[in-house]
């Protein structure tokens, strides 16, 4: 049983930067693959990037490989998106996800806990 509340959206100009962080409940939290996702009007929710539970393992969409960068903080039931140079195209909400052992970690459908989402909308 895991709750997540993320924080850390708003407005942002294009080329600037925001740090998503993702609190999960729970003494769990370690053993979880975590993600994040985003979604926008019209468009199926897309993968973003994931973290393994011990933290050691990272990987992201190629369409922000080299921006984001995700990352954890295990004692602190933390989960963080750093974003940098975004682009207008990131806005989107962005979720924050958990499963112990998902089959794809790309497909939403294989997680089971799901935080409300934050919104980030990035001006041109």
């Known amino acids: 049983q895991v709750q997540l509340v993320e924080s850390g959206g708003g407005l942002v100009q294009a080329g600037g930067s925001l740090r998503l962080s993702c609190a999960a409940s729970?003494?769990?939290?370690?053993?979880?693959?975590m993600a994040w996702f985003r979604q926008t009007p019209g468009k199926e929710r897309e993968f973003v990037a994931t973290i393994n539970s011990s933290g050691g393992s990272t990987y992201v969409a190629d369409f922000v490989k080299g921006r984001f960068t995700i990352s954890r903080d295990n004692a602190k039931n933390t989960v963080y998106l750093q974003m940098n140079s975004l682009k207008p195209e990131d806005t989107a909400v962005y979720y924050c996800?958990?499963?112990?052992?998902?089959?794809?970690?790309?497909?939403?459908?294989?997680?089971?806990?799901w935080g409300q989402g934050t919104q980030v909308t990035v001006s041109s």
């Open positions: 996800a958990a499963d112990r052992a998902p089959m794809t970690y790309r497909d939403y459908r294989e997680y089971d806990y």
């Open positions: 729970g003494r769990t939290f370690s053993g979880y693959r």
